[in-house]
Antibody, heavy 124, light 108 residues
Framework: EVQLVESGGGLVQPGRSLRLSCAAS????????MHWVRQVPGKGLEWVSR????????DYVDSVKGRFTISRDNGRNFLYLQMSSLREEDTALYYC?????????????????WGQGTMVIVSS | EVVLTQSPAIVSVSPGERATLSCRTS??????LAWYQQKPGQAPRLLIY???NRATGIPARFSGSGSGTDFTLTISSLEPEDFAVYFC??????????FGGGTKVEIK
């Protein structure tokens, strides 16, 4: 059974940093691309970042470029999101998401498993 | 950036009836569209990928169709557990990987 368990969320002041982690199990983690997707409670979904199976290809949404860094540890089956210079508009539930594909950009594929999310609140 | 517009925002349907949800994109995305279901307090769940392929374990009452800029998710006979919010997502052009604003299916 695929499991994605996020951690690391919490209340943080604007301008500070936070590191999210996602523990993956139940599949060959190093075969698949992974993503972070966020959602303000009660609102829509916003894709944040993608990392390919071997970390060779990485993308970010424009609003987090230069502030967030995605990474993965295939030996430990962990996905990370290092968030710095946090803003109030980064407040959201952050989901760790598995792609059906190793690159994460195959147009025929989609996001086939989601974690339950970890809440990040940026407020003074 | 590809913009996805879902309609209606809310649809009221009785159990056993058919629900038809629309997703329109700002440019031609071939069939590179996915649909997700999200129930309150839960993470999204993949229903359909590549416009018409049901994901593993998804009941046959869920079907997807369309290509180009117009896509439809049909729930043929609504079960109580189908009342939820449904999002579409494009895989044609990214970053960013964009989602529609969602359609809420509520009990009539």
């Amino acid at each position: 059974e695929v499991q994605l368990v996020e951690s690391g969320g919490g209340l943080v002041q604007p301008g500070r940093s936070l590191r999210l982690s996602c523990a993956a199990s139940g599949f060959s983690f190093d075969d698949y691309a992974m993503h972070w997707v966020r959602q303000v409670p009660g609102k829509g979904l916003e894709w944040v970042s993608r990392i390919s199976w071997n970390s060779g290809s990485i993308d970010y949404v424009d609003s987090v470029k230069g502030r967030f860094t995605i990474s993965r540890d295939n030996g430990r089956n962990f996905l990370y999101l290092q968030m710095s210079s946090l803003r109030e508009e980064d407040t959201a539930l952050y989901y760790c998401v598995k792609d059906m594909d190793g690159s994460g950009i195959n147009p025929h594929d989609a996001f086939d498993f989601w974690g339950q999310g970890t809440m990040v609140i940026v407020s003074s | 950036e590809v913009v996805l517009t879902q309609s209606p925002a809310i649809v009221s349907v009785s159990p056993g009836e058919r629900a038809t949800l629309s997703c329109r994109t700002s440019q031609n995305i071939n069939t590179y569209l996915a649909w997700y279901q999200q129930k309150p307090g839960q993470a999204p769940r993949l229903l359909i990928y590549d416009a018409s392929n049901r994901a593993t374990g998804i009941p046959a009452r869920f079907s997807g169709s369309g290509s180009g800029t117009d896509f439809t998710l049909t729930i043929s006979s609504l079960e109580p557990e189908d009342f939820a919010v449904y999002f579409c997502q494009q895989r044609y052009l990214w970053p960013p990987n964009t989602f529609g604003g969602g359609t809420k299916v509520e009990i009539k």
